[in-house]
């Protein structure tokens, strides 16, 4: 069902979309340093607003990090705790110039709000915390706190390896505020058609920096080919010795441990997934990653992958520049199943690609961060029975379960320390585009996540 122009008109006029809007502008880039100073002013805001809605909040540093927000709102004498999680940093706009409407512009166009961070995580984020608003006002309306427990943990750096709440973690005393029943996180997707999906498990991460150096400058490409070493190529090598010809990794003790999934995950797995046609028309080309002979759900949901996110070397504007390039610099990504070591995983890696270096030419790995390892739920939790329920008043085709191929890699460490049973349901669909530019959430979209807040937490 589409938004109608009354509906939009109507949302429009609304404090949430006024807020919303407010939360957007803010170029929250955690990233990068020159955007610190925009995390701690959004990060205030955030403050603010929780403060509003008669929660206790205060931003928590640790080094040279963006702020992480914890709040903590009393509900119900005797009731349950829940744990909050989302991340109000955003990817990058980059590039600029395929951007149709101003990154940092909230702009309403279709029924869908465009902006980056529309959907990632600040529209699921924010539309769930609208979600706790009214079920609190309406308490307050009746004199009553018939809600549970709340403890909300908003980071700043989730795009980036959540360095800084890693780093409040090892703090035990941190740790120990942390302690809850249920772990909500709204930073998923639902299946296609917006069919609200159970994540009954995430992959793990590690992303880092390969930096490949061969002579001590850039080289006229008459007077030294043939005779220099070229870190382009050589990156171009190094790169293609990661995978064989069929797709398969080609790493040697990169996949020691895996857990395979069992035959009840991959079935269930199957009915939440997009077919071939349905990548195909979201992508714009075949669905032909990763190893030949597996199946969509294996490779996106069971298997281990290494991504080349960026190669940058040499000169790439207008015109020709004749050099041999002296520096090559990849940006990698792997991301991990259940049985995995984080920290093995990258050692092998790093092994591999000393191993494979080309003549001529030295490599050093930097900038590692994620090291967060996969996991996976028993379908027969009693939360997910719970959620189904919840999920089916909503929605009669009621839930799925998905295995996401996607990573959030601070959730294993809050679920270590909080001792919380994680649920994790979100709204994203492939049109969002996040990680992309053109970003975008629907009013429909931030309506459900909205009513997934109150229904959650009044039968929690």
């Not at 006024?18 to 803010?26: I, P, S, T, V, W």
């Not at 191993?355 to 009693?382: I, K, N, Q, W």
């Not at 890699?409 to 349901?425: D, F, H, T």
Request: proline residues 6%; glycine residues 10%; charged residues 25%.
């Amino acid at each position: 069902m589409e938004t109608t122009r009354e509906e939009m008109d109507e949302w429009l006029r609304s404090s949430d979309s006024k807020d919303y809007f407010e939360l957007l502008a803010f170029p929250t880039v955690g990233a990068q340093k020159e955007h610190l100073r925009d995390c701690a002013v959004c990060a205030t805001w955030l403050r603010k607003w929780l403060r509003g809605i008669g929660a206790e909040a205060e931003l928590l540093t640790a080094d040279f990090n963006p702020p992480v927000v914890f709040a903590e709102l009393r509900g119900a004498e005797g009731a349950s705790t829940v744990l909050l999680y989302g991340h109000y940093d955003v990817q990058p706009p980059d590039p600029l110039e395929e951007w149709t409407t101003p990154p940092f512009e909230p702009t309403v166009q279709d029924g869908r709000i465009h902006c980056r961070g529309a959907q990632d995580d600040k529209g699921q984020l924010f539309a769930f915390l609208c979600g706790v608003r009214e079920l609190v006002e309406s308490a307050r309306v009746r004199g009553a706190r018939d809600f549970p427990n709340l403890k909300i943990v908003l980071d700043g750096q989730e795009e980036s390896g959540s360095v800084g709440l890693f780093r409040l973690l090892e703090d035990r005393a941190f740790r120990q505020r942390l302690s809850a029943d249920v772990m909500l996180v709204s930073d998923t997707s639902a299946a296609p058609g917006l069919r609200p999906a159970i994540v009954a498990g995430l992959r793990g991460v590690n992303h880092f920096t390969v930096t490949l150096t061969a002579a001590n400058r850039d080289l006229h490409s008459g007077e030294y080919g043939g005779i220099a070493p070229n870190a382009a190529q050589g990156m171009a090598e190094l790169m293609a010795s990661l995978h064989t010809g069929d797709g398969a990794i080609a790493v040697a003790g990169f996949r020691d441990g895996i857990e395979p999934p069992t035959r009840e995950e991959l079935l269930a797995a199957e009915v939440g997934m997009a077919d071939e046609e349905g990548y195909a028309a979201d992508i714009g080309t075949r669905p032909c990653g990763g190893q030949l002979g597996k199946t969509i759900v294996q490779r996106n949901c069971f298997e281990p992958t290494i991504e080349i996110n960026g190669i940058h070397s040499g000169y790439g504007g207008p015109g020709s520049k004749t050099v041999i390039p002296c520096v090559a610099v990849a940006k990698l990504s792997t991301r991990l199943v259940p049985g995995q070591n984080p920290k093995a995983a990258y050692e092998a890696v790093k092994r591999h690609l000393k191993d494979h270096c080309p003549r001529g030419m030295t490599v050093e790995l930097s900038e590692l961060t994620g090291e967060a390892p996969g996991f996976r739920l028993p379908l027969s939790s009693p939360l997910f029975r719970l959620a189904e329920d919840v999920l089916s008043e909503m929605d009669e085709r009621g839930a799925v379960f998905q295995w996401d191929g996607a990573s959030i890699p601070v959730v294993s460490a809050l679920r270590a320390a909080s001792g919380a049973a994680p649920l994790l349901v979100g709204w994203g669909q492939g049109e969002d585009r996040i990680h992309s530019p053109n970003e975008s959430f629907s009013l429909r979209q931030f309506a459900r996540a909205k009513e997934w807040a109150k229904r959650i937490l009044s039968a929690l």
